[in-house]
């Protein structure tokens, strides 16, 4: 689905708070379908790179997705104005589906608002758990220490330089991929390339930055979705060291785990149709 059909069929609406906080999202309501899915995108946060995953499963469900507001500064107050945006919109519960930093956000949702979430998938990210692996720890540290780094060189680098570059290091991972993965890998970097600016960039990486606040997770915390979360865990993903994926595994209760999407980081958006049925079966099943 190129971008001119994504617009004509779900138009990005808007959705403004008291304080000047503004979601530009997209919302197809299923009237089929007593469940919503959230699609939380990951460091790039630009919602639309799920344009194929949005439409397959519209298909089966209410899917909601958006782009984070700049006015929303930390994770703590991305989840509240989620929390917020779900009431408005009115919906009572929805099953969260976080990629990379999406997953992060995804559990601080569960965390702080848990009356809003039904089950969580979590797709090649990490944990927040207090009581994680030492190396996980040192790992998440030093990862949010070098996004300060990074956030510091965007505001200083030429924007197309910046681009380049991150596109560079994305196109060298592509190593491998077949002929319809990588013509899927360059339709998802171009719809990065085109809507991402500086501000928006350096908004990302401060929450980035802001994810270590949020590391007094712990499994008891999860309780409630027992049975009712998804971990999809490339094995080729070279974002998120062993230790760190171990530790989301020994935090959530009873996940389910599969390790079949290989890819890198951004497996996932290599399969929509297989990540639609995976997550449509998942939450069919409970």
């Not at 708070?17 to 790039?44: H, Q």
């Not at 991305?78 to 779900?86: F, K, R």
Request: net charge positive.
């Amino acid at each position: 689905m190129d971008q001119a059909e994504f617009d004509r069929k779900y138009p990005r609406r808007r959705c403004a708070f008291k304080g000047g906080a503004e979601f530009r999202y997209r919302y197809a309501k299923n009237a089929g379908s007593d469940k919503t899915i959230v699609l939380l995108v990951g460091t790039v946060g630009i919602s639309d790179v799920f344009a194929e995953h949005f439409d397959l499963l519209a298909r089966s469900f209410s899917v909601l997705t958006f782009d984070y507001p700049m006015e929303l500064k930390t994770c703590k107050d991305l989840v509240n104005g989620i929390a917020m945006l779900l009431n408005v919109l009115g919906i009572k519960k929805a099953w969260l589906c976080g990629q990379s930093l999406g997953g992060f956000l995804a559990q601080i949702m569960a965390h702080r608002h848990p009356l809003y979430v039904d089950g969580l998938i979590l797709s090649n990210t990490a944990s927040l758990n207090e009581d994680m692996d030492p190396k996980a720890r040192e790992y998440l540290l030093s990862m949010a220490a070098k996004q300060r780094t990074n956030r510091a060189l965007v505001g200083l680098l030429p924007m197309d330089l910046v681009k380049k570059k991150m596109f560079s290091i994305a196109k060298s991972v592509a190593d491998g991929y077949t002929e319809e993965q990588l013509k899927r890998s360059e339709m998802i970097s171009s719809v990065m390339y085109a809507q991402l600016d500086r501000a928006y960039l350096r908004h990302m990486l401060g929450l980035l930055t802001d994810l270590p606040s949020y590391r007094g997770m712990r499994s008891r915390d999860f309780e409630f979705l027992k049975g009712r979360v998804l971990l999809l865990l490339s094995p080729d993903d070279t974002m998120f060291s062993a230790p760190c994926a171990q530790s989301l595994i020994d935090m959530m209760p009873q996940p389910e785990v599969d390790r079949s999407f290989f890819g890198g980081h951004m497996a996932i958006f290599l399969d929509p149709k297989r990540y639609a049925k995976k997550v449509a079966d998942f939450i069919s099943s409970r």
